[in-house]
């Protein structure tokens, strides 16, 4: 089994290039179907694709990035039969297992974002114990979403802020973006700039849909199994060449941030 990139120095982060996108989400879609043309089971497809995660890993430190979003496990997922759903647990355990040392020697802080509550009591230790373990690194912010739901996560902010409201701390009028946003799993990280799709499909599917509201999106063909290095730098290429306007109009933004002296009028 390969393994992460090893570096002693408690590396922390990189200047990025000028394009470059600081937070990456992937939607890894595509492992049963992969298995399936191959006549494999489809546990053999996610176990292509968590080694195709780690390469994915690997390839984020290499670009400079700042925070990676990887799709896991759905709250949907739970309708899948319940060998593969065991499957899926048996492979996060093993993730974090095999891979939680070194990517902490290689400065990943890892954070997980969906629900805990329904899930075994040794997988939330577990999810714990990386972040705790990993929680100085400064190099890259692995986002984990694991039994992750974006309505979910939106009803439950709206809910800690009702509760809220009705105990008297906050007005309702209080409640604005930037306080909702505050009372997501994703409080403090910064939208993702660009989000990456494998195996054709083109949807969201409950991933990040309040933080995706100004994302760029790169479908590709392939299935997340066969997604490398060079397919990732594609995909950052693609996005490099695209004028992000957030509303506005051509020429005001340049890496995702106002021009001086450019007003919005
Ligand atoms: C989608 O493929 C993939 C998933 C539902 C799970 C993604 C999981 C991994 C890459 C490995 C496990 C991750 C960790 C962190 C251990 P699919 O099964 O929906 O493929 P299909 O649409 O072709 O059936």
Redesign the pocket.
Known sequence: MSSMVKDETAPSARPRLPGMPVHVGVI???????AARRGLP?IE??RR??EA?RETVRAAIGFGLSYLT?Y??SME?WNRPVEEVAD?MG??KR?IRDDLNDLDKSGVKVKVIGARDNLKADIRALLEEAENLTKANTRLTLI?AFNYGSRQEIAAAARSLAQQAAAGLIEASDIDETLLARHLDTAGIPDPDLIIRT?GEQRLSNFLMWQAAYSEFVFLPM??PDFDRQAFSAALAEFSARERRFGGVTGQYRNGKLLAGVTKT
Not at 28 to 34: Q, S, T
């Open positions: 890894m879609d595509g492992n049963g179907r992969w489809r497809g996610h694709g968590v995660l990887v896991s496990f997922n899926l492979l996060l993730f984990v195996s299935h997340w």
